[in-house]
């Protein structure tokens, strides 16, 4: 159950893939001179037209798929390809808990265009999705990241949406296993995924009408995460220029130290030795003795493909030519609290704050203490008030501070606006259907909904969230100004008043008794 309350932070219903057999592209002898065709280095791939968007789906960014013997290897890179395929289904989605995708495959390195059906000579900025789930669940194909809507409103970019492998499968520590040796890419796939896909949207956008050289990497919860990452990993920057992180952070990792001992549980719990005990498990039995790990199985800090340090990393300036549009929800882990229900959460609390303040020194456990007792809520909601400072909103100001002080540039938002049911109030997740253009998913006003995906699109197109009053929905300007480290301005996300403030002004984090909690990644 925890695994599918991870995902994404949504209630959404989570319908994907098709449901055959064979997913992804389909090769057909026919089709060169289609006029949805569009050559690209590893295949001609034929893509389907509705309401004037073309969509293309399915198409492989690998030369071949992480099946067999590669299991747990490093992404094989695409080759040359004269063959043509329909694009046509979504498809399989990356293993994970049974009930969050239909149709699950270690095939499952794909990913999904969607571009609108002009004439435009002049190339097209390019948002490219990566998706949330904790890092153990989620999929392109799911309802929610359906694009159709975005691009009907927008016809002025594209937006591609990427898979990678999860979990057990894209996250797992091995080399310290007796023949682990062969398998030192193990913890990080994931992220070695993504980078694939960029590499395959930045050599191939062109054909579709888009700008490689204009590239929007975009995501919320672990999909945030994943692009603050991508910033750090070698040759990423290569390909893209532009990052929008919702509610996610290089927090969102672990360490070694970690990551050997969510291994070893694994092993124990399956009986098995070594690497090759572990190939000889299949994909459902694997995930299934990895789901008590479900919030541990994260990337890995382990100073080679990623930094051992990210945060220490930005702050020296290591994505400080990356423009950054990035924020938090004001009662983030709400979502959270609230599936597990309370009682349940709050057992799960004090079992991670007991972990993380056997680390921390009795002045810093005294502060979290101390935080916990100037909450006037519920128990379980001053709980959630600060895994959402601990998890999100502290990790998103660390992240403006250091960019900030490095050079860099970041447009930073409060998303303020409360669900309709009155627990969640502004929980995470929230805004996703507001950002994918899905009215049916959510009851706040039209208006701010497409005002606030204007300033997302705008954003990708210029490198700058503001509007002016004749692009702005509701016909008032929005100057979003950078944030700085004096006045900490932020742009809030209000229904009624989307407008700029300082930091203190709307109190996002509390700097004194859970900001340093940040150099405890996930507490």
Known sequence: MLAAILICGTSSVFTSCSDDDDSGS???????????????????????????????????????QPVGNLRWKAPVEYTADNGVYEAYEYAKGAWQAEGIVPSMGEDCLYLNV???????????????????GAFVGGGTGMDLFDCTNLIKENPEVIVVTVAYRLGVMGFLHLSHLADGKDYPDAQNLGLLDQQMALKWVHENIAGFGGDPNNVTIWGE???????TLQALLKGSQNYFQKIIAQSGSPSVTRSTEEAIACTDGIMKALGCKTVGDLLKVDAKTLVEAASP???????????????????????????????????????????????????????????????????????????????????????????????????FLAPCMRMSENQTNAGGKSYTYFYRVEASTPMLKAAHGEELPIVFCHPDQTDIDPT??????????????????????????????????????????????????????????????????SYFLTKYYMM
């Not at 969607?114 to 900025?125: R, Y």
């Not at 919860?221 to 692009?227: E, I, M, Q």
């Not at 991670?352 to 005294?366: I, S």
């Open 26 to 64: 389909a090769q057909t002898e026919t089709g060169t001179n289609n006029p949805l065709a569009v050559k690209c280095i590893n295949g001609t791939f034929i893509g389907k037209k509705t309401d004037n968007v073309i969509t293309y789906k399915g198409i492989p960014f690998v030369g071949q």
């Open 114 to 132: 969607w571009k609108a059906d002009d004439t435009s000579a002049e190339k097209k900025p390019v948002m490219v999705w990566i998706h949330g």
């Open 221 to 227: 919860s672990a999909g945030a995460a994943s692009c």
């Open 293 to 391: 790990y479900a919030l541990n199985t994260f990337p890995e800090r382990d100073g080679r493909i990623l930094p051992s340090a990210p945060h220490e990393a930005y702050a020296n300036g290591a994505a400080k030519n990356i423009t950054f549009l990035q924020g938090c929800n004001k009662d983030e882990f709400n979502f959270f609290a609230l599936a597990m229900e309370p009682d349940n959460f709050l057992v799960w609390a004090a079992d991670r704050k007991a972990k993380k303040f056997a680390q921390m020194t009795e002045n810093e456990v005294a502060l979290v203490n101390s935080y916990l007792s100037d909450q006037q809520v519920e128990s379980w909601e001053a709980n959630s008030r600060l895994f959402s400072q601990s998890w």
């Open 448 to 513: 701010f909904c497409k005002t606030m995906r204007k300033m997302w699109v705008q954003f990708a197109k210029t490198g700058n969230p503001s509007l002016s009053a004749s692009q702005s929905p509701d016909g008032k300007a929005k100057e979003w100004p950078l944030y700085d480290t004096t006045d900490k301005k932020v742009m809030v996300l209000d229904v009624s008043d989307i407008h700029p403030a300082k930091e203190s002004e709307v109190k996002i984090v509390d700097w004194n008794k």
